[in-house]
């Protein structure tokens, strides 16, 4: 939104209603979800890029949105300057226990991390341990 008032032409697009979602300088356009929808986005895209009549930067809010980014580089580059690391440093990097592994190894304090795939894994995590700090699931 910054942009705007440098008379940069700002669009937002979004599958649910947020409040900053709105501004004078920002011309929101509902979308299909990235997660749920991601070949009806990709032509809801490309059809955006025809109308704004040149190639604009798309940049990504969410990690469904990486990943959906990720997936249709190719089609979306034709359209967009999609501004993203190659996608093996974005896999780790969004990979929570790889980011974790990474930051260790560079020698950072970190909290302790459990993934857990299932039922029975996430009831042992626990079993005997008493849980001090915040837990996040």
């Known amino acids: 939104r910054s942009l705007g008032p440098l008379g940069i032409s700002?669009?937002?697009?979004?599958?649910y209603d947020f409040h900053g979602n709105y501004s004078k300088y920002v011309?929101?356009?509902?979308?299909?979800d990235s997660l749920?929808?991601?070949?009806e986005l990709t032509r809801f895209l490309i059809d955006l890029a025809r109308t704004i009549g040149t190639r604009a930067v798309i940049l990504p809010t969410r990690d469904h949105d990486i990943a959906h980014l990720l997936e249709y580089r190719s089609v979306l580059e034709e359209h967009f300057i999609?501004?993203?690391a190659h996608a093996s440093v974005l896999e780790r990097a969004m990979n929570k226990d790889t980011c974790f592994d990474v930051a260790?190894?560079?020698g950072l304090s970190l909290?302790?991390?459990?993934?857990?795939?299932?039922?029975?894994e996430l009831a042992s995590a626990g079993?005997?341990?008493?849980?001090?700090g915040p837990g996040c699931l």
Do not use: H, M, W
């Not at 909290?111 to 029975?120: D, F, R």
């Not at 079993?127 to 001090?132: D, L, M, V």
């Open 27 to 32: 011309d929101y356009r509902r979308s299909p």
């Open 82 to 84: 999609v501004p993203l």
């Open 127 to 132: 079993a005997g341990r008493k849980r001090q």
């Open 36 to 39: 749920l929808e991601p070949v």
């Open 104 to 106: 260790r190894s560079c």
């Open 10 to 15: 700002i669009y937002g697009v979004g599958a």
């Open 111 to 120: 909290p302790t991390s459990k993934t857990v795939t299932n039922a029975i």
